[in-house]
């Protein structure tokens, strides 16, 4: 049985990425209900076709989450890697990441934004020892990831705004040097 989902390799194919444009506009064209037939008759391809993207509907949100999960964990683990790699460098490159893959955080945020609570928990260490709380780290990095949520998700929102990394940076960092002080005291 032929591999499905998305991969870098598959997506430098021309027929595979214009074949994939297709079945994505068809997939957001559809009602929520739509099965793989219905997307291969509002994409005029086979539904073998569709079968050979994604396994079925309900993963091709999820097959593009993975990817570029993927993706983030190997440049992350790079710049983390970094000789005292600093946590605003660590969330400048989020963010540049994002935007250079717009187009794929564009598709998985009409959905939901919980991509975004998974790429930091990919750092999460970095984020805690950056607010070093001693207890209730667990709650206090999960109401910290929310707040970061709300800030990056807006920015998706306009459109993955480059004028605005800067002030997302900054504001970011604020809520981590401020983290402990309003959350530390947690019970």
């Not at 306009?158 to 530390?184: H, P, Q, S, W």
């Amino acid at each position: 049985m032929k591999r499905v989902g998305i991969t870098e390799k598959r997506l430098a194919n021309k027929r595979f990425k214009r074949t994939e444009g297709i079945i994505l506009r068809a997939f957001f064209a559809s009602s929520s209900d739509a099965g793989m037939i219905g997307i291969a008759k509002k994409a005029g391809v086979a539904r073998s076709t569709v079968y050979i993207h994604h396994r079925a509907v309900r993963e091709i949100i999820p097959d593009y989450e993975r990817y570029v999960l993927k993706k983030y964990r190997k440049m992350v683990r790079r710049v983390l890697a970094t000789k005292n790699s600093k946590l605003e460098t660590v969330f400048m490159r989020m963010l540049i990441f994002m935007t250079t893959n717009k187009r794929i955080f564009a598709i998985i945020l009409r959905s939901n934004n919980t991509i975004i609570e998974k790429m930091l928990d990919e750092i999460e260490i970095k984020i805690i020892s950056s607010i070093q709380v001693s207890r209730n780290r667990e709650c206090v990095f999960r109401i910290y990831r929310s707040e970061v949520v709300v800030l990056i998700d807006d920015w998706c929102k306009r459109n993955f705004n480059c004028e605005e990394i800067d002030k997302v940076v900054e504001n970011i960092i604020y809520l981590t040097k401020t983290a402990r002080m309003r959350l530390g005291v947690l019970k």
